[in-house]
């Protein structure tokens, strides 16, 4: 299967196997991994978050609510809400979450947004699992005709190792424990190049067993709901 769909798998496979009950993706372009989640019975809460727009707005209909979903309503609820904002600024609407993806977005990051992301996310969202995933860079000279990055808006692309130091330190940082794996194999006899999508998941150490201490986080609104959706 083509790259993206590994990685939504990959997303799909974690949640069939941790069952989060609120999920949060970052960067969530068209939602199209938002719409495959909410057909996990586990999940109460959905988020996105992007800073376009209009690539939110594309195929958000497909978040509200079947004909089916009306006339057999599950047990469990569900509310799907998608946030217009920057992964660089902290809002209250992130907290509270067991699981966050960001799935090919940091290389998208302008290096003061990067600087802030860890605090963000792991500080201020703190939920107990990230999942981030980016290019490995060592996988590109397989690649036909990528001769610098992937894609024109990538501001980098890192090998395993500078990936590795970035989300050690941040783990460290913020008290989760972290694990490397990917999506992609590479050719017989080029293993050495690793996954052509590195993924790193991280745990936090001390998971909150009461609800977080919200009082002392900022109250005030960063992001503009687009979109709210009740099951
Ligand atoms: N996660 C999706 C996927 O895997 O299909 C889309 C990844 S797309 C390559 C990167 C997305 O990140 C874009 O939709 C872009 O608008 C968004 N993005 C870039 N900078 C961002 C920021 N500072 N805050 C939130 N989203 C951002």
Redesign the pocket.
Known sequence: PPL?KQ??QFVKDLVGKYKPKKVA??????C??LWMLKFYNCIEVLAG????AS??KEKMHRLYPLPADYLQPSERSLTVTLHH????HEDPCMLGFDLV?????IE???ES?LEKFPEVVFGFMAPNMVVI?TPNSEFNPLLPGVTVFR?Q?HKFEWDRAQFQSWALDAAKRYGYSVEFTGVGNPPTGMEDVGFCTQIAVFVKKYPQTSEPAQSKKPTEAAYKTVFRAVY
């Open positions: 993206y990685r939504y993706d970052l960067g969530c372009a068209d199209t991994l978050l992007d800073i376009c690539v939110m904002g920057s992964v660089a993806t960001c799935i090919e977005l998208h990051l302008e947004e995933s894609h808006d």
